[in-house]
């Protein structure tokens, strides 16, 4: 079974902390794909990473960063120095290459970033 | 500026009647995509599309059909056989299934409210 779990359903910072957002997933497949949504009030879920199961390489992109562990099985997403900008819901989600293609999503995780 | 627009943002109905809502790509993407999402449930896939004349079901798609007559076009058809059909409505779009490294590229969002 494909299972996404964002067991934080909601966080609140205050402006400048860092915040990290969780999310394990269950996959039998060797081969499948791990993605960052963001959707801001405005509703659009926005792409913000992808990283494929053969690829352990952390990434930093500014103020993001994403760890990659498969021996936990966890693809976590930290925002360095957040900024209320930053409050919407994030989302990750794994894709796999076997099968019916098809993205499984987590419930995402509400981000509310205080002045 | 290329991307997917749903229209109306928001709309109403009575219970029992029928109720289309628009998905327009100007991606070029061949893969069109229906998620239904709700409070703290993440996003479910009712339908998707990988060609034109071709659509096949996702996880939730009673009372829901679709239609895929152009590349560019991907309607959703809330029908009166869905008990509960208030929810917000993404359409998202991809450059093609069957590689689950494309990431999916949404639009604002429909939410529709059912009396």
Redesign the interface.
Known sequence: AQKVTQAQ?EISVVEKEDVTLDCVYETRDTT??L?W?KQPP??????LI?R?SFDEQNEISGRYSWNFQKSTSSFNFTITASQVVDSAVY?CAL???SG????I????TRLKVLA | DGGITQSPKYLFRKEGQNVTLSCEQNLNHDAMYWYRQDPGQGLRLIYYSQIVNDFQKGDIAEGYSVSREKKESFPLTVTSAQKNPTAFYLCASSERTGTPNSPLHFGNGTRLTVT
């Open positions: 359903t499948y794909y993605f949504y405005s509703g659009e879920l926005v792409f992808r494929n989302f894709s796999k290459l019916t293609y098809k993205y999503f987590g419930t995402g």
